[in-house]
């Protein structure tokens, strides 16, 4: 917020820009708000949905929704229409709770009918380094961003079954490549069991709780400073990263790693062709 939004100092709106947080609990940036929904768990859709009704002039026949008052929603409805520029900031927390991929649908209608109204847009808050860029390259490659299954040699796309939580909530995993990234800290206890429970190999320059869990871990080069690469910021604007320093003897950086790996895979599928 500091950066990028609230606190910022505009080109166009110097200052009098309103913040509003909806969330199942206060947090920090709740605190910092003009105005804090604070709903009921697994009921975003449904709030979504109402906004999306007022917006368009419907009225709703119940007192109110996932917890809050129908006056209350009515009043962010007008706030939302009546702004120059609005911009609907939405976390991973929409794909967790249930409805998953159907609440972002909900948040791009509702973008779109703000949009016949005023200016709007829709931008996903990012997590860690670089995840923007992992799907990006997803959706280049396979038309789509994350979820992706290539069990039948095709993608597929089906959030909700073939996403990394709800295969492992499945036990459906026998082993996992985990590059760049710690699921371990995040992931609900259940499925962060299964990884663990299964071989586990982690390509990392760091040595996280994933890591100190995995059977083999590949220490790799840091982007940006032992060797190049590109990474996306949160807004799709790639950024070209110069290696700055040589990196340790015999580290290699991840696409080293990956190419190695799977030069062997190649090389034992094609043996195992050979000799069925």
Known sequence: MERYTIFRKGRFQKEKRKLIVVDVRKTETAETADIFLQIKPNMDYEVLQALRALIRDQELDVDEVAGIPTERLEEIADTMVECRFGALFFGSGLTMARGKNRNI??????????????????MPMRGHFNVTGADMILTWQTGYPYAVDF??????????????VDILLREESDAALVVASDPVASLPRKAAEHLAENPLIVVDPHMSATARMADVVLPSTFVGIESGGTAYRMDHVPLPLKKIVEPPEGILSDEEILRIILSEVKRKKAEQMENP
């Open 105 to 122: 649908d909900a948040v791009l209608s509702l973008v779109s009918d703000l949009n016949k109204l005023t200016k709007f847009i829709a």
């Open 151 to 164: 069990s039948l040699g095709y993608p597929r796309y089906n959030p909700g079954e073939t996403s990394a």
